[in-house]
């Protein structure tokens, strides 16, 4: 299935306009990794498609302070995301079939930051292919 940017969450990644090939169904059998960018409906909102990137897994605590992001209290290595990071995260405990979902433009993100540890079988597939522009064609990651 294919889907479009149409905000700048996930900045320098994906920009708007960008055209996503994401495999459906993707989690059927296993669950996502760290660093997958995934597709979902907007949690508690208009039902509408957007775009996040897994940064904690079922089981962990995550935090967020001093500009990093900590899983299990050792900071992650973040070379995806764009600019300055000012987010903080009291540490949180992420539940069992949950994952935590940030964007890459972490300033211009609604996220788990707002909406909380998002449910595995919530996610509606993994992005993999740029499909457009063409320019730009390529795997996401």
Known sequence: MVVEVTSNSMFPTLLIGDRIVFLKDAYRHSNPLRGDIVVLRRPNGDGELI?????GLQGEVIAAYRGKVYING???D???V???VTT???PTLIPE???YLLGDNRPSSEDSRDFGPVPIKHLLGKAVLRVLPIDR???VH
Not at 51 to 55: G, L, T
Request: glycine fraction near 18%; hydrophobic fraction near 40%; charged fraction near 25%.
């Open 51 to 55: 775009i996040k990137r897994v940064v």
């Open 82 to 84: 764009g600019g300055v």
């Open 74 to 76: 050792k900071p992650l």
């Open 78 to 80: 973040e070379p995806y």
């Open 97 to 99: 079939g949950h994952v």
């Open 137 to 139: 064609f390529g795997k």
């Open 88 to 90: 903080w995260i009291k």
